[in-house]
């Protein structure tokens, strides 16, 4: 059977999606209206049993306080546009780095890019970029009048703003009924965790996958699934709310 997210995440399907919902009296747009993608920005409350009851034998073991809750961030979006950046820990189990699409297809592609070093760059380094680059024409430029300078100006400023706005609308159009994205982590899964039947090296970055479901557009809470090969987790449950909205942040993103 074919891949079903190929024409769920169509741009046809979403065109036809707003009729559709308006004649179902918004059924399919509950919970805050059209989807946006920047509703996703924010931290969340993780919940997974299995993560729970691992991280409680650690910090039984370790008597170290008070445990951190499980989190979820969201920080901003990739610089093209087709996924999102973030953070996944799971206190005593996993803290890894987080990358979140709109179909597995892009998640392939986005990830592929990280691993080469594309697409990682922070929002500094884009406009830091853009800097290098109005820098570059005011030095060539043959007159050096202030008039030629302050259209140069103009013009880096105007394609920031049309690069950013193209980042939303690249994601916009993989927007969908119940906003679900697939999401791939990597980073390390805590070794006092580790099942005793498997054998990692605590100093190499593990990876997996899993989805999450938001409850409606406004993006308040979720459910969804994790695996993760080093604890024997296959499509374990997980589910979270929102604590924190925040607006786009530039936090540094590591993916090695």
């Not at 169509?10 to 993608?37: D, I, L, M, P, W």
Request: aromatic letters at 8%; proline letters at 2%; a negative charge.
């Amino acid at each position: 059977m074919d891949d079903w997210q190929d024409a769920a995440f169509s741009t046809r399907h979403v065109h036809n999606r707003v009729s559709k919902s308006n004649v179902g009296g918004g059924r399919g747009r509950r919970g805050g209206g059209a989807f946006e993608v920047k509703r996703t920005f924010g931290r969340y409350e993780v919940k997974c049993a299995n993560a729970k009851r691992l991280g409680a034998q650690v910090h039984t073991g370790n008597n170290k306080g008070q445990a951190l809750l499980p989190t979820m961030e969201i920080f901003r979006l990739s610089d093209d546009g087709h996924g999102l950046l973030g953070r996944l820990c799971l206190p005593g189990v996993l803290d890894a780095s987080l990358v979140m699409t709109g179909s597995r297809k892009t998640l392939e592609e986005l990830v592929s890019g990280l691993e080469v070093g594309d697409g990682a760059t922070s929002e500094s380094e884009a406009e830091n970029d853009a800097g290098d680059q109005m820098e570059n024409e005011d030095k060539s430029s043959a007159s050096g009048k202030e008039q030629d300078i302050e259209s140069a100006d103009d013009e880096v400023v105007s394609e920031i703003e049309s690069k950013e706005k193209r980042r939303f609308e690249s994601f916009e159009k993989n927007s969908f009924r119940s906003p679900k994205f697939w999401f791939q982590w990597k980073g390390q899964v805590k070794s006092n965790a580790e099942s005793s039947m498997v054998e990692c090296n605590p100093e190499e970055n593990e990876t997996g996958r899993g989805y999450v479901v938001f409850s409606g557009n406004d993006c308040r809470s979720f459910k969804g699934t994790i695996t993760m090969d080093a604890l024997q987790w296959k499509d374990v449950s997980l589910s979270g709310w929102k604590e924190v909205t925040m607006p786009e942040r530039d936090v540094a993103f590591d993916w090695k």
